[in-house]
């Protein structure tokens, strides 16, 4: 399979790092000066370095980890260089090898790695910060493959990742295409951003504990993405995350276990469940898919899992501007809490069932769902009706139907009329304070760059509109 570059980082200019300050470029690939990554001083790069990784026939099979920090003006960047038709380099974990005299902790666990390296004794070496890595395929990083490191030939653990950040501050993941690994994507870091890449095909068949993305970071923004479904046969979920300062915003999730599973920073992650901002989740601007009978029927869980309660949520799921669409033949839930307390804040969403036995519950478990300005199904009820069910406000007022003016559902469009659409004008306001930092700017364009929403198109609820009729 061949992928081709896949960019939107345009369309969010004050989220794209540039250098201001001049650093050294290695240059990778066939008559280039280094043939092989390892050939990288990976452990001494500095603030300004770039890395140019250039597409070649075959795959790279190298490993490699990046401990070192650049600075917000001249950060660490890793970059692929495309073919001429927009291929990606790939880098490959079957048979891949890391330089003998490389500190890579941990190798069985990610193809890539963003972390402290070892060090000497007592030492404790610099976090890595500002480090951007962009435009790569990454896949392999699975069992039963091996890879080839210090201590000789070795295999993967179940949960390797592509891409594995460990420790880092400020590291972003730009343009990359991540499959065929146990998790897709983990990080621990701080101040992570993931944008415009495409990232399915992980997981382990069997396991619940493997997915397309895990996260448990302190301050977290996930946008412009599309996340597809997991390997044949495995039930992980596609976005799991435990991170304090959650932003989910204009990506296309579809599949998984569930599309979305918020949940707690146990004892494990603790010093993340302290924050004030881990009470406060934001998910807006996306599209999220559930397949017909696909996993399990929650579309979105939060509160926690541990069994730990102390470290739950609890806060508020701040949910709008989404299209949801359900093509399951049976129920579907839109909202599973775990824990109580919680509150979800649906404001200008479209919830849509595909089939015509299909029917939709708003909500199971202990919590609270506040309605405004939704486009809801018409076989649609405010809970599951088994167990806690949670406290509905606003159900008896939402406007519901079954088709909300989708340009072409029968072709899977779900870009909406711009005008004449039955949900014209349902959208609410949101409050004053989100609308200076989180109001919607953009819409997800199957399977593009993202493009600007029109001011005008701000009264039709969900997360696309035709830019024409």
């Known amino acids: 399979m061949t992928h081709r ?15 201001a300050a001049a650093g050294r470029t290695f240059e990778v690939g066939p008559g280039r000066a280094l043939p092989a990554i390892g050939q990288v001083p990976w452990e001494s790069l500095q603030p300004g370095d770039v890395v140019r990784i250039h597409w070649r026939p075959e795959p790279y099979r190298e490993k490699w980890n990046i401990s070192t920090p650049g600075t917000a003006d001249a950060p660490i960047r890793v970059v692929g260089v495309p073919d001429p038709k927009g291929g990606l380099p790939v880098i490959d974990g079957q048979d891949a090898l890391t330089r003998p005299d490389l500190d890579f902790p941990g190798q069985a666990r990610a193809l890539i790695r963003v972390g402290c390296p070892n060090g000497p004794e007592g030492s404790v070496p610099p976090v890595p910060a500002h480090v951007v890595i962009e435009h790569l395929e990454i896949r392999g990083a699975r069992v039963p493959n091996r890879f080839t490191g210090r201590n000789g030939i070795a295999p993967y653990l179940k949960h390797a990742a592509g891409i594995y950040i460990a420790q880092g501050s400020h590291v972003t993941i730009r343009g990359c295409v991540i499959h065929d690994c146990g998790n897709g994507l983990m990080s621990s870091g701080a101040e992570t951003l993931v944008e415009s890449c495409h990232i399915f095909g992980n997981g382990n068949p069997g396991s619940l504990y493997e997915h397309n993305v895990y996260t448990s970071s302190s301050g977290m923004v996930f946008q412009s993405n599309r996340l597809g479904l997991l390997r044949d046969g495995s039930p992980g979920n596609n976005f799991k995350d435990r991170s304090a300062g959650l932003i989910v915003r204009y990506n296309w999730i579809e599949g998984g276990n569930r599309q979305l599973d918020l949940v707690d920073a146990n004892d494990h992650h603790a010093p993340l469940s302290r924050e004030a901002r881990y009470r406060e989740t934001l998910v807006y601007g996306n599209i999220l898919v559930e397949p017909a009978e696909a996993g399990n029927s929650q579309i979105i869980h939060y509160g926690g899992d541990s069994g730990e309660e102390e470290f739950y949520r609890r806060g508020i799921l701040r949910l709008y501007g989404n299209t949801i669409l359900s093509f399951r033949q049976g129920p579907t839930t839109l909202i599973r809490f775990a824990g109580g307390g919680a509150v979800a804040d649906c404001r200008n969403n479209i919830v849509w069932l595909a089939h015509a036995s299909g029917r939709m519950h708003l909500g199971s478990g202990d919590g609270r769902i506040l309605l405004a300005g939704n486009w809801l199904p018409e076989r649609v009820t405010p809970s599951f009706g088994v167990g806690h069910a949670p406290v509905v406000q606003g159900f008896m007022e939402a406007r519901k139907g079954g088709d909300p003016g989708f340009l072409a559902a029968d072709r899977a469009d779900f870009r909406l009329r ?39 198109t701000l009264t039709l609820p969900g997360a696309m509109v035709a830019t024409a009729d």
Do not use: K, M
């Not at 369309?11 to 790092?17: H, K, P, R, S």
């Open 5 to 19: 570059i896949f960019v939107r980082g345009a369309c969010l200019v004050a989220l794209t790092v540039t250098s």
């Open 418 to 456: 711009s005008r004449g659409a039955p949900c014209a004008g349902l959208s609410v306001p949101l409050p004053a304070d989100f609308l200076q930092a989180h109001g919607i700017a953009f819409q997800y364009h199957p399977h593009g760059p993202l493009t600007a929403r029109p001011a005008e």
